[in-house]
């Protein structure tokens, strides 16, 4: 029993207690495209078919919709609704950054000044100690600093500052989550329409010939060649004159206004680029063959005046009598093809898309193809739609200026398609056939969407029709070439007759001019014609008949008239087709008519009550036709006396085309037997009745129904589709209407129901047929949608016999025993499902009970399940309605029955298409609630106990099936997966129509089914997550969950409910209670049904550690976010005590996260180490655990040290599965709102409560959210804004593909970047672009985005890093307090300044920075001793920040900054009496803070300085103590460390004098350990923000050498480095490491070595950071050995955790060396000289550059230019082009020179030896060359004989990688080498090429012919041949030059081999087209080898001479003069 308190209720109702019914049903009536909708002719009595389909096309749509799902303001504000303006109401935020980036551009506007480059040794300007603090003016100070007040007050005054102007929901900052994650929904399928396809409109402006002399007339029609096919009905338009309309006037009775038209609007369903309009021109007929009647148009011109103007007027009069005389009789006279390809521009590959799948009813366009397919599409000028007319193009005109000729005996279709594959082919047609010469101009255009005044085929007007426009547009019926599957929606019921051919030869000689005259007739006499004969142009809109065009004199013409009839829709045996052939007589004979008769054909239009269509061939009759010949066919018509007299004794000779377009008449036997049988049982018939050629009688009516709906599935798919939704409406009729026949009792509801199955199995698989996301066919989603509605019953109609009384089985069908035997796992399941299941008693949430329970009437809690249902039937007559008959069957009922008794396929069928079972039954069940008024009876009665067993049962197997399926291999659980959308679905529909305890059952049912069948757990926990995530989504889901019953706020209440004994007047539970309400209980989940079980799917998937598990943990949380975010915007909660209430239901998460806290992203790793992308998912698993260890996060928090180690310090060893950023985010957004609405009393009672290892978590928790919400500044605001991501998403897609399929290095580099490239499939995977992993996606992103939409982001981002973290400060005053009364508050303190701390490292707003400051200054006058005793490293970080913000720009934050400061001063003071650790690390802070921040301001930190000095001055307390005189002390310190910016500022713009600069003033603070490492820290620092990765990393070991050299100095363990020296073989420059000796330092001097790096962590921290970033750089042999330092370390601390990491980093250090070892690439070297005074300290100094690989001279020569360009002014700074020394005298002494020489690593053969890897040869140089070309003349370049070369070697003064990007040139070296020499060193070159080249794996054929070429190729310039000639032509006379020669022959001799060895390798590589290629190749290198033959192999006598003795100094002479080596040294200056 329980009670509820008033506020409960309330509570309950206001969440929209539960409506009487969610679900509504509604009518709405159809869209019609029309006027008036499209009916058969009126006062005719249809039959019932066609009646039926009739009212199939008009009735309303039947609609179920949800009452309150997404009620508008809810969706309104989750989606845009009021989003949109919810922007305004939040406060700006102003971070510091942002209002910096509005003030630099004005500083930088000016000029720079010059001195960048003034002497930086120290002579400078002033130094800053002269400058006074005391000149400054002090900012203003806080009040009340130094009044004493408690500190209880004080946490008072915090906490309500904190509390006002709060933003109330949280999720509406919070970007909306990913479409991926989204829950699933159902999308409303499309509503039925009428199908229309690529719609083209075609306008006819104009038609003339040469000369007007004569009425012509146009009709056009689309054909597809390649289908040989015409695929439009013909457009007849008529062009003439009002003068040659005139001539016509007696033979056109009226003209109709729809006769008129110019213009048509063609519809194409499968574009391809074979379709032609093709134009054919009729005249009137005349005498004369085509030819003759042409022949004026072709020799006379009009423009030729004179004789022709006689002739034309002769011409013109002719016309007019014959048009007179012969006026409605017409003959062919030209045609003209016009090819509409480049409007259907389907290229290939758009062909076959078409090809593979009909395009109609498929789906929108990326859906079924790959995504770069789709891009394929959407570049070519196919428009989205897939539709093949290109959007983009424009209307065009076209003009056709020559017509071909018709030919009187090649007139049909075939010769049609003949002529016009001809004509494609070539345009040989022109000259076969005669052409006439005319214009006709046309306009093509895309059709828009609507057409203002345009009529349907049937002459319908379509909306909108303007009354008064005169020229309407037709619209002209498509016959598509393939089947086109849309249901019919339209009546539309349409003949075309096509006459085709007629051979008369054999008759007699009066039948020469032929025409056929073609009448539909309703009876034999000639009244009988019926005016349904559609007109032509310029004439009445209906005919009854139509004459066909006559060729002159041909006894057998071929006819291409196309008439078109519109059916009546009542036709009877007596309809047919009468055609009479008469012969034309074109000379006016005297007396004679114009017409003879020729004979009668005629086609009965039914054929056994069947419309018949087809090609016939039928005899001609030659005499008048006798009665009743109609009922017969012409072929069989029966022996008549008189006799028939019959052409060609009774043979065919008319051939004929009949064609229906009907959505009346199936055109398909079993369809069309079906409906027969179906209204035979409708309505009285007369038995026999007849179906197509068998009659059936009443006996065998049933056998025969049931026959025809089995075989319904063998039926076309077309027609099957066509009349789907009248078929599907017969079939449930017939599965609930009682029949009876002859006198039996007929059931076809098993019959009908299996049909219904094979139907949506044959739709399903259909490759042609469409299907939504969830794999639903959509033709059967929107029929349920929109056009089922229950099966109206009609009364028995008994045929034959009385109707006799039935017996009452259930539903009316076959007995239950039949159905019992169908298996007995279902007995079993139904007997369960009956039987009492273990309900906990409080879990009934039946609606009544709630009801009950919140009227505090009493609810017996213990019922059993038998009685939640009404013992009766459900027939039981509510007072309502009216008794029914017995005899009625529901049908969800019947279809529930048939779904559980079916078995075998259509079992397996039923299960596999679930969806549209569950969808039928859920929207019968609604109309029968809707129809029953039942709604005001409990749900419990609505329904019968057997139809909820059957849904007990239905939804155990779907269970099972899914399960089976999982278990199968992988390609079914895809299946499942919609199976298990589709189950989820039913059952939240069921919520809103059944019992809700019922429901819940099944749920529970459902998911012990599932964990009991499937072991593998990321699969179980991905299902029963999509299944609760739907029903979550439900609109009651708050009421669903008793979220009011909770636990702490229920009063106490007599008996012991539920909620009283876990109330708080039970103190003896309390503690423990409170501690149960943050887990997952087992009372919780009974008591809260829905999100108990949600919390054990998310707590089951955190805890799994099984592969595949991340997907699901992002599913898992993005659910419950998703939730969270509804409750949120909810206008339903906005009440603070219905949040405090809706929290309490949440609790339980808390203790969900808590335990996940290893698994979360570490953001130290993701978003400040902005140098490293992190991957996909799958990479971020191990990434997180990677980051989780690296000691320091390089950018901007040197004092994270701590904060990685301690995340893991309170947990147990166990590997975890990490989640990713964004799922991180989603969980730590919920944790937040679960705290900011959760009762704030409660969560501090629950903390005082916890043991202090949860208290850690709960801190790294926050740690965690600190860095998750930290604002990301304006470009980068998170994705809130989803529209636009939405528009963008798939133009990023293809810009991201194209990046990263881009070559060059920009590919590369993206490559590098791309996330997860290593397993690309990812744009399957929809590619999501997350902010961590790509830096240039910004840019993309912000091309979408207006400014105004950017500034709304951002404020919309900055206030939820504001209210984020301001919940963040609100739970660590929750700690503070909660733990002033606990001991351990030390550990704790230690863990609430690491997270304060962090926070202020964030970009804050000065909102947050405010209360943040204030907390800290309460925490430091609270536990000050403690916090300057306990937590050294977190004061150090607390100085460095509070530091960090006194530089601030913004005062508010400046004075709060400054106020905290001086408090840790006074109170560090005042607990030890002096503050020299406090003083030592605000110094140290100072020095890193100026090295590192680009936007430190040293203004703003002078003034903090000095009202830090008037604090010290006003307070008065501290007068008498030496406190401030040593802060004053300080101050000046500090002030001096200041002057060091004001120089570094100087060189900002200069990167390598910075680093020069950083570099000295690390130098000078050799003798202050501490501050030197800063200072490297500081250049570490800034070489990784321009990616100098690996100078960073030297930076960092030289950090490390100078710990390892002070650790040696203290202790003396083995493990350890010894100083500086064990660190050579990483870099021999860090020697310079080990001045630091015993006499500058004494390591026990109080604040020296005192940072936290000076330990062995640190050690370890900077080594394994420098791995790191040695990784990030490439040098992947370095890692190896900085590991082999830290490894003793770590095993002698037994870390082995870390050893693992370490082992897998070294694993994959040694990977990258095996696999990219020649890719890699290392810098690239520069040797840059400077002359000129403007240089100051830099004239005549040279360097060496290191810049990034692949920089190509003229990128640095530019990148120096520009800048001492914009130093000294671009006028005065000049680049030396070449390499030759310089000479100063002849330089200009104002300007300044730089000269820059691309140099190459130079080593000694010996050096050659040690250096053996590509990685040696580039590590470690210390010595570069570079070759200057010359000749003795002067010129640079000459002949070969006399070209020289220069080769300069430069010594610098350290190694390279070092510290510095550049270093100074110590020595230089120079070696000429003569002709031969160079000679020499050629072809050295070349043969190493060809070498290389031939050796190369895998072989290179290009490259190898690249090689090849220059080598054997006949025309290279200077080639190999040349230099030959030169010099082994002759031998030379100079011995001194015999070596050479014999060195040079001995070159050319392997280079002659190594060729040799190219053309045979080549000739393996080459494919078959390169054949002649290599014959060239190979004829080239025999002429070399022939030519160089003679000189290779003469020898010089002399050098082979035996040698008696040995002359030395001859040899050493020979020596010396093959080097000449001038050595010069650098002038002594340097």
């Known amino acids: 029993m329980t009670h509820l308190n008033s506020l409960d209720v309330q509570l309950a109702q206001d969440l929209g207690d539960f409506t009487d019914d969610d679900l509504d049903v509604v009518f709405t009536p159809k869209e019609c495209r029309t006027l008036q909708p499209s009916l058969p002719e009126e006062g005719v009595e ?189 457009f007849h338009c008529d062009l003439n004159s009002d003068q040659f309309k005139g001539f016509l006037r007696a033979h056109t009775p009226s003209v109709a206004a729809s006769s008129q038209a110019r213009s048509a609007v063609f519809s194409v369903t499968y574009p391809s680029s074979d379709i032609y309009l093709v134009v054919k021109i009729e005249k009137v007929l005349q005498q004369g063959e085509i030819g003759d009647c042409a022949e004026p148009y072709l020799v006379i011109k009009e423009s030729d005046g004179g004789k022709s103007k006689e002739k034309i007027e002769k011409l013109k009069l002719q016309a007019e009598s014959f048009c007179q005389r012969l006026g409605k009789y017409r003959m062919p006279f030209a045609w003209a093809p016009i090819s509409l390809s480049s409007f259907f521009n389907v290229s290939t590959l758009e062909r076959e898309v078409t090809d593979v799948d009909s395009v109609v009813g498929r789906s929108s366009v990326g859906e079924r193809r790959t995504l770069a397919q789709s891009r394929r599409l959407s570049e070519r000028a196919l428009s989205l739609e897939e539709n093949g007319v290109g959007s983009n193009f424009k209307t065009s005109t076209l003009s056709v200026s020559s017509f071909f000729k018709q030919e009187g005996d090649r007139l049909s279709d075939e010769d049609l398609f003949k002529f016009l594959a001809d004509y494609k082919r070539s345009s040989s047609l022109q000259r076969r056939v005669k052409s006439i010469p005319g214009l006709l101009r046309l306009e093509i255009s895309t059709a828009p969407e609507t057409i203002n005044c345009c009529l349907t085929p049937e002459m319908l007007p379509v909306k909108p029709f303007p009354e008064n426009r005169t020229r309407p547009h037709k619209e002209i019926l498509e016959f598509p070439t393939r089947e086109v599957y849309v249901p019919h929606t339209v009546y539309r019921n349409l003949l075309y007759v096509y006459p085709q051919r007629l051979n008369f030869v054999n008759k007699l000689a009066s039948a020469r001019n032929i025409t056929i005259k073609i009448q539909f007739m309703c009876g034999e006499d000639a009244s009988s014609a019926m005016p349904v004969i559609f007109g032509k142009s310029s004439g009445p809109e209906f005919l009854q008949e139509v004459y066909t065009a006559v060729t002159y004199h041909n006894k057998s013409p071929d006819f291409y008239e196309e008439v078109k009839i519109k059916l009546p829709a009542k036709l009877t045996v007596n309809h047919h087709l009468l055609f009479t052939f008469y012969h034309i007589s074109c000379q006016q004979k005297q007396g004679a008519s114009v017409e003879t008769l020729l004979g009668y054909s005629w086609l009965p239009i039914l054929l056994n009550e069947r419309l018949q269509t087809g090609s016939y061939c039928l005899p001609v009759a030659l005499e008048k036709l006798p009665p009743n010949y109609s009922m017969h066919s012409a072929e069989k018509v029966p022996l008549q006396n008189p006799p028939i007299k019959w052409a060609e004794g009774h043979k065919g000779v008319f051939n004929i085309e009949v064609q229906a377009v009907s959505s009346v008449h199936t055109q398909d036997n079993h369809l069309e037997k079906f409906f027969t049988l179906c209204h035979s049982l409708e309505s009285q018939v007369t038995f026999p009745i007849r179906v197509l050629d068998q009659k059936i009688s009443e006996m065998a009516l049933e056998h025969e129904l049931k026959l025809s709906i089995i075989c319904l599935n063998s039926s076309r798919l077309e027609p099957l589709v066509l009349f ?81 009384a039935l017996p009452d089985p259930r539903y009316h069908t076959y007995g239950r025993t039949s159905a019992a035997a169908v298996s007995s796992k279902l007995l079993q399941a139904r007997v369960m499902s009956s039987s009492n299941p273990d309900l906990a008693g409080t879990h009934s949430a039946a609606d009544e009970e709630v009801k009950n329970v919140m009227s505090s009437k009493i609810a017996d809690r213990n019922c059993s399940r038998m009685s939640y249902y009404c013992s009766g039937n459900s027939d039981v007559p509510s007072s309502t309605t009216a008794p029914r008959p017995a005899s009625k069957k529901h049908f969800h009922e019947e279809l529930a029955l048939q779904m559980v008794v079916s078995t075998g396929m259509v079992r397996e069928t039923v299960f596999k298409y679930a969806w549209f079972f ?49 278990v199968k291999p992988q390609k079914e ?131 799994a550690e099984v592969e595949g598990i991340s997907k699901v943990q992002r599913k898992a949380v993005s659910a419950i976010h998703s939730l969270l975010s509804s409750h949120d915007l909810d206008p339903r909660c906005v009440k603070p005590e219905v949040k405090v209430k809706i929290a ?78 964004d799922t991180t985010r989603n969980l730590m957004i919920c944790f937040l709102w679960i705290m900011k609405n959760a009762d704030q009393s409660l969560i501090r009672k629950w903390i005082a409560d916890l043991p202090s290892m949860q208290l850690n978590r709960i801190l790294d928790l926050l740690f965690i959210c600190v860095l998750c919400f930290e604002y990301k500044g304006k470009q980068n605001s998170d994705k809130v804004s989803t529209q636009v991501l939405q528009k963008s998403r798939d133009v990023k897609a293809r810009l991201e593909e194209a990046l990263l399929r881009g070559e060059g290095a920009r590919g590369e580099m993206m490559r590098r970047r791309a996330p997860g490239n290593d397993r690309f499939p990812g744009l399957n995977e ?171 301001n040293e203004e703003h930190l002078r003034r903090s300085l000095r009202t830090i000095l008037a604090y010290s001055e006003e307070d008065t307390a501290m007068q008498m103590t030496p406190f401030p005189t040593q802060v004053e002390e300080l101050l000046c310190n500090l002030n001096s460390i200041l002057y060091d910016t004001v120089k570094m500022r100087e060189f900002q713009e200069d990167p390598e004098m910075l680093m020069d600069l950083m570099y000295r003033i690390a130098k000078s603070y050799q003798a202050s350990p501490d501050l030197r490492l800063t200072w490297l820290q500081n250049m570490a620092e800034k070489h990784t923000k321009k990616k100098c990765y690996t100078e960073a990393a030297m930076c960092l070991v030289h950090a490390a050498a100078l710990v390892a050299e002070y650790l040696s100095m203290l202790e003396d363990h083995s493990y350890l480095p010894v100083g500086s020296v064990s660190f050579q073989n990483i870099s021999s420059n860090v020697l310079e490491e080990s001045v630091v000796s015993d006499d500058t330092l004494s390591p026990d001097e109080d604040g020296v070595c005192a940072g936290q790096y000076f330990t062995e962590s640190g050690l370890v921290g900077l080594l394994e950071q420098a791995a790191e970033l040695f990784s990030t750089g490439g040098l992947y042999e370095t890692v190896n050995e900085v590991y082999k330092l830290v490894i003793p370390i770590l095993e002698a601390h037994r870390e082995f955790r870390k050893l693992t990491l370490t082992h897998s980093k070294l694993q994959r250090a040694f990977d990258s060396i095996v696999n990219k070892d020649h890719k890699r690439m290392f810098g690239t070297y520069f040797r840059v000289g400077f002359f000129g005074s403007k240089f100051g300290d830099l004239d005549e100094q040279e360097f060496v550059y290191k810049e990034p690989a692949i920089t190509k001279l003229p990128e640095i020569s530019h990148r120096l230019e520009a800048f001492y360009g914009q130093c000294f002014g671009a006028e005065f700074v000049e680049v030396i082009k070449d390499s030759t020394p310089v000479d100063k005298t002849k330089l200009d002494p104002n300007k300044a020179y730089i000269q820059i020489t691309f140099v190459e690593p130079y080593f000694d053969e010996y050096e050659m030896k040690d250096r053996v890897t590509y990685f040696e040869k580039n590590f470690n140089l210390r010595r570069f060359m570079y070759t200057t070309p010359f000749t003795l003349e002067g010129r640079p370049r000459g002949e070969l004989h006399e070209q020289h070369r220069r080769n300069t070697v430069l010594t610098t003064m350290h190694a390279f990688p070092y510290i510095k990007t550049r270093i100074s040139v110590i020595q230089k070296e120079e070696f000429v080498l003569t002709p031969i020499e160079v000679a020499i060193e050629d ?97 080239n290198y025999s002429k070399l080898k022939e030519n160089l033959r003679p000189m290779i192999e003469r020898k010089i006598p002399e050098l082979y001479k035996p040698i008696f003795r040995v002359e030395s100094q001859k040899r050493d002479s020979f020596h010396r003069s093959s080097f000449r080596k001038c050595e010069t040294q650098l002038s002594q200056g340097s």
């Open 46 to 234: 249809l039959d019932p078919h066609v009646r039926d389909c009739v009212q199939t096309y008009i009735r309303e749509w039947l609609i179920v919709n949800r009452k309150n799902q997404g009620s508008p303001e809810i969706c309104g504000f989750k989606k845009t609704g009021s989003r949109k303006d919810f922007h305004k109401t939040l406060p700006k935020q102003t971070f510091e950054s942002e209002t910096l980036e509005c003030s630099e551009p004005d500083a930088q506007a000016g000029p720079r000044h010059l001195n960048v480059l003034c002497d930086v040794s120290g002579k400078g300007p002033v130094t800053a100690c002269d400058f006074d603090l005391r000149s400054l003016q002090p900012d203003k100070r806080l009040e009340n600093l130094l009044e004493q007040v408690s500190a209880e007050d004080f946490e008072k005054q915090n906490e309500e500052a904190r509390r006002t102007n709060r933003q109330a929901e949280l999720f509406a900052l919070y970007p909306s989550v990913d479409e991926e994650d989204a829950v699933e929904i159902r999308p409303v399928p499309e509503c039925p329409k009428e199908h229309l396809g690529n719609r083209i409109l075609v306008k006819l402006l104009t038609l003339k010939f040469e000369i007007e002399i004569e009425p012509l007339f146009a009709s056009i029609a689309l054909y597809d060649v390649k289908e040989r096919k015409k695929i439009s009905e013909n």
């Open 724 to 804: 789907l939704h009248l078929v599907l409406d017969k079939l449930f009729q017939l599965s609930v209407q009682p029949m009876v026949i002859a006198g039996q009792t007929a059931n076809f509801s098993q019959f009908a129901f299996e049909s219904v199955v094979a139907i949506a199995n044959s739709l399903h698989n259909s490759k042609d047929l469409s299907k939504d996301q969830h794999g639903r066919n959509c033709l059967l989603a929107s029929y349920v949608h929109y056009v089922f509605r229950l099966p109206e019953l009609q009364r028995d109609v008994p045929k034959s016999g009385a109707p006799t």
């Open 918 to 966: 569950f969808e039928l039954l859920v929207k019968s069940m609604a109309q029968h609630v809707h129809n029953m008024d039942k709604r005001d009876s409990f749900r419990r009665t609505r329904f019968s106990d057997r139809f909820m067993d059957d849904i007990t049962t239905i939804v155990n197997v779907v269970t099972s099936e899914i399960a089976a399926l999982l």
């Open 973 to 1103: 659980n895809e299946q499942a997966e919609k199976m298990n959308i589709s189950l989820a679905f039913f059952l939240y529909d069921l919520l809103s129509l059944m019992d809700r305890g019922f429901v819940f059952n099944l749920i529970r049912h459902y998911c012990n089914q599932l964990s009991a069948k499937l072991n593998n757990l990321p699969t179980l926990i991905s299902m029963r997550l999509e299944f609760l995530r739907i029903l979550c989504s439900h609109e009651h889901y708050l009421n669903l969950n008793l979220f009011f019953m909770n636990a702490d706020t229920a009063p106490t209440s007599p008996c012991p409910s539920i909620s009283s004994q876990n109330s708080s007047s039970c103190s003896s539970f309390q503690d423990q209670k409170i501690a149960s309400m943050f887990d997952l209980t087992s009372e919780y989940r009974q008591q809260h049904f829905l999100t108990g079980l949600l919390f054990t799917e998310l707590a089951a998937a955190l805890d």
């Open 1144 to 1221: 309490a239901l949440y609790l339980p998460l808390v203790g969900i996260i808590l335990d996940a806290l290893p698994q979360l992203c570490d953001f130290t790793g993701v978003d400040t180490r902005r140098y490293r992308t992190s991957g996909s998912d799958e990479e971020q698993e191990g990434a997180g655990a990677i980051n989780q260890n690296v000691a320091l996060a390089i950018a901007g928090n040197n004092f994270n040290l701590k904060t990685s180690g301690i995340v893991l310090s309170s947990l147990p060893y166990k590997q975890y599965n990490m989640l990713n950023a």
């Open 1326 to 1496: 929809n590619l999501r672009w997350k902010k961590e992993q790509t830096h240039w996606r910004q840019a993309n992103e912000k091309l979408d985005k207006t400014k105004a939409e950017l500034d709304q982001e951002a404020l919309i981002s900055g206030n939820l890093a504001t209210e984020a973290h301001l919940i963040i400060l609100d739970m660590q005053e929750n700690i503070i307090q909660a733990s002033s009364a606990l001991d351990c508050k030390d550990s704790l303190l230690g863990g609430v300044l690491r997270v304060l701390v962090n926070s202020l490292n964030c970009d804050q707003s000065t909102t947050y920075l405010t209360h943040c400051f204030a907390t800290l200054r309460a925490l430091i006058a609270k536990f000050g001793d403690l916090l300057f005793e306990e937590e050294v490293e977190q004061c150090f970080d607390l100085c460095h920040q509070v530091l960090h913000h006194c530089s601030s720009s913004m005062d508010v934050t400046r004075s709060q900054a400054c106020a905290t400061l001086y408090l840790l001063m006074r109170f560090s003071f005042g607990a030890t009496s002096n503050f020299a650790r406090v003083k030592m690390q605000v110094t140290m802070s100072l020095a890193s803070l100026v090295g590192r921040a680009p936007d430190f």
């Open 1883 to 1979: 072809m050295k070159k070349k043969t190493l090429q060809l070498a290389v080249a031939i050796n190369q794996e895998p072989p290179d054929p290009k490259m190898l012919q690249m090689v090849l070429q220059g080598s054997v190729g006949a025309t290279v310039n200077q080639g190999p041949l040349e230099v030959a000639q030169v010099f082994l032509a002759e031998i030379p006379a100079d011995p001194k030059l015999y070596r050479h020669h014999n060195k040079l022959r001995l070159c050319f001799k392997e280079f002659i081999m190594r060729c040799g060895e190219a053309v045979e390798k080549n000739k393996r590589l080459i494919t078959a087209d390169q054949r002649e290629y290599q014959q060239e190749l190979k004829k």
